[in-house]
């Protein structure tokens, strides 16, 4: 049978400039429950699926607070995610010891890409299984920010990452344009919209997704349940049974395959395009 | 050659530790306070060794980055070292390219932690820094000293200069000072400090900071009078003294 | 030339008194604003008082620097507390990390004289009183720093507190009111002043109750 022969270790290359094990991390980030995260001009909010393992256990936590000014979301490896976590908190604890001011948020999402770069170069590592949503605001204003497993990062009005994310992606793409002058609630209104697309039908509760929020006057912090409740009441996009507005989930699903091109198909992986490019 | 390294016990090589434990070449007051747009500060230009005037064209007041501006007074060699430090600072603060930037606050901020932690290491930078700026519309005027206090306020003044000088500012100092009126006030502080420090020098330089920018000012001299009776003959009334 | 050695030291005093006064669900923190160097004063508005949690409340005199760094560290180890269990920080808890954290420093100590204020899990009034070098106390009232041989005996003379010596052991809060409390201690500071020349420029109180923190300020003398 065939065998993907570069596929052993991170810093093996394969014929066509790819390394296999990076896109296998990238694919955990698609396995993860989705998140989401979208900014106006002044606030940022972050939302995210709570799926639990078993119908006996509670849900994991998908979204930590990093600091006042700076929050992630994430999806794929929870406990990669809880570290990474860990270390931007510590970084800005670092930083605001040394400067008495917080810790921008850019210049974090470089050191957290870096951190996650040198896991793609080192024989003995292993890259991060995880996709981070940060959220952050700083003198530069709201911004929010992707960070992948492969060391590539990236800055975005609206994303979402993890499993049918892309019917999430296709709702944001096509109202982003009015996000940048979105009121704070409008953004999470819209943040909700974007969580259900994900839900595949299911009814949209409190208890299955967690938001959260930073802006201006606004240390970041996660809305209670009884909060995204009342919204989600308030809104009356609870949904679920009336078809969603996205395209049907199977084609969303190849939509996502067609974006980052499934790498775990090895047969045909080495002709797709090489998904860092995204 | 054993019994020679013993001697040394466990810091090993002969060397003896370097460690400044007295300035060399220092630079006496600068006195700064804060005016209607900015600061303003001033220092003069005299480098003493010991009590010999052994430089005469020291600059003592340095712009750091886009916000602030960095006055110091005690040895100069140590102030210098940390300029160097600062332009490293600021140079990879300006290769993030990304709009944000260490503001006046920040670099006090930093500054204490510099000197604080030299203190801790029983290795001090041997200086009173005096840090001032404007980011944001927001002044700022702040001090650190060799052991890493640190505080704002609305002027400062090193050394002689919180004996001499700001007493005359707690006088006069208000919130709404003109530059004219600002540059006025220091140049009473510093001519009150030529004529009672004997390290002062008549050549000085005021500088200026706004959210325009700083401005340091071309070395200039104050106009003295030294008529008064009590530099003439600084003894009579004092008799049952020699 | 011959060598002036200007010797230096790695510590200074910088001054100023702090008191604070546990009552029955009350705390009052209060410290004066002056920051003095030798005879100097270097600056008349410096606040030594610290919020350590939504609940607790410090005081330091002694040597600035080493109060600054104090405070900042506590606040970091603060932070990490809040990241881990998601609540704040109770006093007695802060009280006992600050306890460890000056013992660490044991043989390079913290030159700073501190009082810890704050309410209890109970919402009692609590005072942690302490040395440089950590050792500590839970009392009922309890005053530091240079004014502190002023303040301490007077404190002593109007709020009686019952012996700790006695058993069964006496509450140690005092019977005064949250308002009674606030005039003893602008009475101490205004005494101190008269006598202390490290203690002045302004007084600045800090009450915590169940409604949460407020601030108030008076002035003293400038001499």
């Known amino acids: ?278 | 050659m054993e019994s020679n390294q013993a001697k040394h016990g466990l810091v090993g090589p002969n060397d003896p530790i370097q460690r400044t434990q007295y300035p060399y070449v220092t630079g006496t007051s600068v006195v700064a306070l804060k005016y209607k747009d900015g600061i303003l500060m001033a220092a003069d230009m005299g480098g003493s060794y010991g009590s010999t005037l052994r430089y005469k064209g020291v600059e003592r007041m340095k712009p750091i980055g886009k916000h602030s501006l960095l006055g110091a007074s005690g040895e100069i060699s140590d102030f210098q070292e940390i300029l160097r430090y600062l332009d490293e600072l600021i140079l990879y603060d300006n290769m993030w390219d990304d709009g944000n930037s260490l503001g006046p606050k920040e670099l006090h901020s930093y500054l204490t932690r510099v000197m604080y932690n030299r203190r801790n290491k029983f290795d001090p930078l041997w200086n009173s820094l005096v840090l001032g700026g404007v980011k944001n519309g927001q002044k700022y005027l702040g001090m650190v000293s060799m052991i890493g206090v640190n505080f704002e306020d609305d002027h400062v003044a090193t050394g002689f200069g919180n004996h001499l000088a700001r007493p005359i500012l707690r006088d006069e100092w208000h919130e709404n000072l003109s530059y004219e009126d600002g540059v006025k006030l220091l140049e009473k502080c510093m001519r009150v400090l030529l004529y009672r420090d004997r390290s002062a020098v008549n050549k000085l330089q005021i500088a200026k900071i706004t959210e325009e920018g700083v401005t340091i000012s071309q070395p200039y001299s104050l106009k003295t009078f030294w008529g008064f009776s009590a530099f003439e003959n600084p003894t009579v009334g004092a008799e049952g003294s020699w | ?223």
């Open chain 3, 1 to 223: 030339m011959t060598k002036q050695h200007a010797n230096w030291s790695p510590y200074d005093n910088n001054g100023g008194s702090c008191v604070a006064i546990a009552g029955a669900d009350y705390c009052v923190i209060a410290a004066d604003t002056r920051m003095s160097t030798g005879y100097s004063i270097l600056t008349r508005d410096y606040s030594k008082i610290c919020k350590l949690a939504d609940k607790c409340v410090m005081a330091s005199s002694g040597f600035q620097a080493d109060v600054k760094a104090l405070q900042k560290l506590l606040a970091a180890r603060h932070l990490i507390y809040q990241h881990q269990h998601n609540k704040q920080m109770s006093c007695p808890a802060m009280a006992q990390l600050l306890s460890n954290t000056l013992y660490y420093k044991r043989f390079f100590p913290y030159y700073s004289f501190n009082v810890v204020g704050g309410l209890d899990n109970e919402g009692k009034g609590c005072v942690y009183t302490y040395d440089a070098v950590g050792s500590y106390e839970r009392v009922g009232y309890s005053s530091q720093g240079s004014g502190s041989t002023l303040i301490m005996p007077f404190l002593d003379n109007q709020l009686k507190s019952p012996s700790p010596l006695l058993l069964p052991a006496q509450d140690a809060v005092t019977p005064l009111s949250e308002a009674e409390a606030v005039d003893l201690v602008k009475t101490c500071f205004a005494s101190a002043t008269e006598r202390d020349i490290y203690t002045g420029d302004k007084l600045e109180i800090v009450v915590l109750n169940k409604d949460g923190i407020c601030r108030e300020y008076m002035e003293l003398r400038k001499d």
């Open chain 1, 1 to 278: 049978m065939f065998r993907n022969q570069y596929d052993t270790d991170v810093t093996t290359w394969s014929p066509a400039g790819r390394l296999f094990q990076v896109e296998y991390a990238m694919e955990a980030v698609k396995q993860g429950s989705a998140a989401i995260g979208l900014r106006s001009k002044t606030h940022v909010v972050l939302g995210c699926v709570n799926k639990a393992n078993s119908e006996l256990s509670s849900y994991q936590k998908k979204i930590f607070k990093v600091d006042d000014h700076i929050g992630v979301a994430i999806a794929g490896l929870t406990a990669d995610g809880r570290v990474l976590s860990r270390y931007m908190r510590s970084e800005c604890i670092n930083y605001s010891f040394t400067y008495e001011s917080p810790l921008p948020v850019g210049r974090l999402v470089v050191q957290l890409a870096d951190k996650a770069q040198v896991c793609t170069q080192r024989s003995w590592k292993r890259p991060y299984g995880v996709g981070l949503l940060v959220a952050g605001l700083d003198e530069t204003g709201a911004h929010l920010y992707y960070n992948c497993p492969s060391g590539n990062y990236f800055e975005y009005q609206a994303f979402a990452i993890g499993s049918r994310s892309q019917a999430a992606k296709t709702y944001l793409e096509r109202r982003f344009e009015n996000f940048v002058d979105s009121s704070r609630e409008d953004l999470i209104k819209d943040a909700l919209m974007a969580i259900r697309e994900t839900l595949q039908g299911e009814t949209l509760t409190s208890s299955i997704c967690t938001v959260a929020v930073v802006g201006a006057g606004e240390s970041f912090h996660i809305l209670d349940q009884e909060t995204v409740q009342k919204l989600i009441d308030s809104f009356e996009i609870a949904g679920g049974e009336e078809a969603p507005a996205a395209a049907p989930d199977s084609a969303a699903e190849g939509g996502a395959a067609a974006e980052q091109s499934g790498a775990t198909d090895q047969g045909a992986a080495d002709q797709g395009p090489a998904p860092m490019d995204i």
